[in-house]
Nanobody
Framework: QVQLVESGGGLVQSGGSLRLSCAAS????????IGWFRQAPGKEREGVLC????????YYIDSVKGRFTISRDNAKNTVYLQMNDLKPEDTAVYYC???????????????????WGQGTQVTVSS
């Protein structure tokens, strides 16, 4: 059974850091592009960043550049989202998503992805 499970969310003060994990089961992540999305209350789900099969990263939100990064640990079949210098506007439910790709491509649209996790809440207090 294909499954993605996010963890690591929580409540943090502005300027703090969190590392989210996205653990896969039923498939091997290194054959997939992995994206992180977020959805704030009353807003659409938006793409944050994506890591390609060749580990090239694409950012979809300018305000997270320099603060967020994504990495993968193939041995653990897990992808991480490291978030530093968090701001209240980063408050959202964060989702990871996976797409099998032959080429090293990435997508910022939710419809591009095949598999989704259940989400993990990140709350940043001011």
């Amino acid at each position: 059974q294909v499954q993605l499970v996010e963890s690591g969310g929580g409540l943090v003060q502005s300027g703090g850091s969190l590392r989210l994990s996205c653990a896969a089961s039923g498939f091997t992540l290194h054959n997939y592009a992995i994206g992180w999305f977020r959805q704030a209350p009353g807003k659409e789900r938006e793409g944050v960043l994506c890591i390609r099969k060749n580990d090239v990263i694409t950012y979809y939100i300018d305000s997270v550049k320099g603060r967020f990064t994504i990495s993968r640990d193939n041995a653990k079949n897990t992808v991480y989202l490291q978030m530093n210098d968090l701001k209240p506007e980063d408050t959202a439910v964060y989702y990871c998503a996976a797409k099998y790709t032959i080429l090293s491509s990435c997508g910022g649209n939710r419809g591009w992805y095949d598999h989704w996790g259940q989400g993990t809440q990140v709350t940043v207090s001011s």
